[in-house]
């Protein structure tokens, strides 16, 4: 320490530490210092004189205990070792220096040291690759008469370890810091190796970097540079990842057209439409003139198309006339979708969510929709339960499940509804159904739990779905969702609606005819997102009241 109660700290691998007036503040390499291993220490007059495992440093401070100027002492100054024993320095009264080394005792005479005042000169004299000459001719357009080094050097991403040999053309204990701009954030520690090896540097832009200190603490007045580039393999360029959309899209596209020819075969009316689309795909497939504009056109194109497979709102309410359905897609296309059909007397009505949201989810989705009119309207399955079974099989071989573990498929709540009987049937695959119904003068939320499996991805081929029949009583109300409006983020504290607040929200709105609840309920989610939070899933709600 000194008169003035600071204390002067020696680590054995993280330098010096200096307590003053309550506060710390550390000396490393990082700052100059010859090592970070401290064995020595002594602070007189402004110098802090450091022994360490690798020389001496003199390092003057300022009044803020900041270092103005570092030198640098070791065996090529006349010391006797450069390895100072523990507690080894010491300042007599004549302000010599004594430093006690592992081969014996050392003075330093201050009146003795002359400072060397000319700064080093420096250069980069030369560049290997791959530890090796190389005729840089062959890798440049042009070399530098100076130092026959390459301009603009650009090389591939397999040719990217290189050694940089640099010189100080005056000789005087010099000591050198180098950094590669671009791959590091700091100067290297003191050296005095005049060659710096980089391996495996990562495809970019770089600046090599170095400067030169002498023992007397004068650096060289500029920072030599040497900049080059070594470039990306073609599998990350932009235009690799522009063909891979493209590539993808094409597949989606192909996959758009064999579906629709499938849909053609079984309704006609939906051909004319299907047809127009395909048309319109075909068309714009010539007209794309890069990667984003196509990805832009193809996804307006799957939203018609997607909505064009959805059931017509005016066939819905002509079948099921107190009925609404909310649905808000995240994306331009949907992972939810709803689907109706009536066969024989009996309504079929289902909302399904499928696995994720926007191109993939709406990809399930037109699998799901399709699926769901082959088995009902083709094959003629009528129990919910078989239906589910049904879809799960023809999911898992649509994207060949079986082979390729795939985990993709869809959650959904189906309903057979039959007015004659006044009941219906349910069946559910993770989506579960409520109704709410007037028990002795009280409103009373009701709910039938789904079967705790998906339909594809990891569920077995063989599994069973449980049929729920209900009778129906006047004035009940059924409600099917996807998991979109429970689990939307919103609020004061940004925190999910809930399923408990979605049910609370269901039971105020029992006075209201289904148009208006429609109109509730989506006022009511558009509040709770407020302007700081988007929606982050696709929503969908069917309400339908007897």
């Keep these: 320490g000194d008169e003035k109660g600071n204390v002067f700290f020696g680590t054995q691998d993280g330098g010096v530490v200096i307590l003053s007036k309550g506060k710390y503040t550390t000396l490393n390499t990082k700052n100059g210092i010859c090592s970070n291993l401290i064995s020595g220490i002594e602070y007189k007059n402004g110098d802090l004189w450091l022994g360490t495992d690798k020389g001496v440093n003199k ?34 009264e004549q302000d010599n220096v004594w430093f006690c080394t592992i081969e014996g005792i050392t003075r330093y005479n201050p009146k003795q040291d002359w400072a060397h005042s000319i700064p080093p000169k420096l250069v980069i004299n030369d560049l290997k690759l791959s530890y090796q000459h190389v005729d840089w001719s062959l890798y440049a357009d042009s070399l530098n008469p100076s130092n026959d080094l390459p301009v603009d050097l650009s090389l591939s991403y397999k040719n990217n370890n290189l050694s ?16 590669l701009e671009g791959n590091d954030d700091n100067w290297s520690p003191l050296t005095s190796k005049n060659e710096a090896v980089f391996t495996n540097i990562p495809p970019g832009h770089y600046t090599f970097k170095v400067k030169a ?79 984003l504009h196509d990805i832009k056109d193809s996804i307006n194109y799957a939203e018609r198309i997607q909505r064009a497979m959805l059931p017509a709102d005016a066939t819905i309410q002509r079948n099921l006339t107190r009925s609404f359905i909310l649905f808000k897609p995240r994306d331009v296309v949907s992972g939810d979708f709803y689907w109706f059909s009536r066969r024989d007397g009996i309504d079929y009505i289902a909302a399904v969510d499928c696995t994720g949201h926007g191109v993939p ?81 009280a409103t009373e939320v009701e709910e039938i739990k789904a079967t705790k499996c998906a ?78 939070h988007e929606q982050v899933d696709d929503i969908l709600v069917v309400g339908i009241k007897f």
Aim: net charge negative; aromatic share 12%; proline share 1%.
């Design 164 to 179: 940089f040999s640099f010189q100080a053309t005056t000789v005087d204990n010099i000591k050198y810091q180098f950094m």
């Design 361 to 441: 989810g709406a990809f399930m989705s037109m699998v799901g929709s399709s699926l769901l009119n082959e088995i009902i309207l083709t094959k003629n399955t009528t129990d919910p339960s078989e239906i589910l079974a049904l879809l799960n099989r023809g999911v898992q071989d649509a994207l060949k499940q079986r082979e390729n573990q795939t985990r993709d498929g869809m959650d959904l709540a189906l309903c057979a509804i039959n007015y004659e009987q006044r009941t219906f049937k349910y069946a559910g695959a993770n989506r579960s159904l409520w109704i709410i119904r007037n028990s002795e003068g």
């Design 455 to 532: 339909i594809g991805g990891f569920t077995d081929e063989s599994q069973h779905y449980t049929t729920h029949e209900i009778q129906l009583k006047e004035s009940d109300t059924i409600y099917m969702s996807s998991d979109g409006y429970a689990d939307q983020f919103g609020g004061a504290n940004g925190k999910k609606l809930m399923t408990k607040r979605f049910k609370e929200i269901l039971l105020a709105i029992q006075n209201q005819d289904m148009s208006m609840q429609k109109k509730t309920l989506d006022m009511e989610i558009t509040e709770w997102m407020g302007d700081s």
């Design 213 to 291: 200190v002498n023992s007397s603490g004068i650096w060289s007045k500029d920072v030599v540079t040497y900049s080059f580039e070594i470039r990306p393999p073609f599998w990350k360029t932009w235009w690799f990842y522009t063909l891979c959309v493209v590539v993808i899209l094409g597949g989606f596209i192909a996959f758009i057209r064999y579906r629709t020819a499938q849909l053609e075969k079984e309704k006609k009316v939906l051909e004319q439409k299907v047809e127009e689309r395909t048309t319109e795909l075909k068309e714009s497939n010539h007209k794309l003139s890069d990667a």
């Design 59 to 92: 390092v003057k401070l300022n009044a803020n205990l900041e270092p103005e100027s570092i030198l640098y002492f070791s065996s090529e100054n006349g010391f006797i070792s450069n390895e100072v024993n523990q507690n080894g320095v010491f300042i007599d």
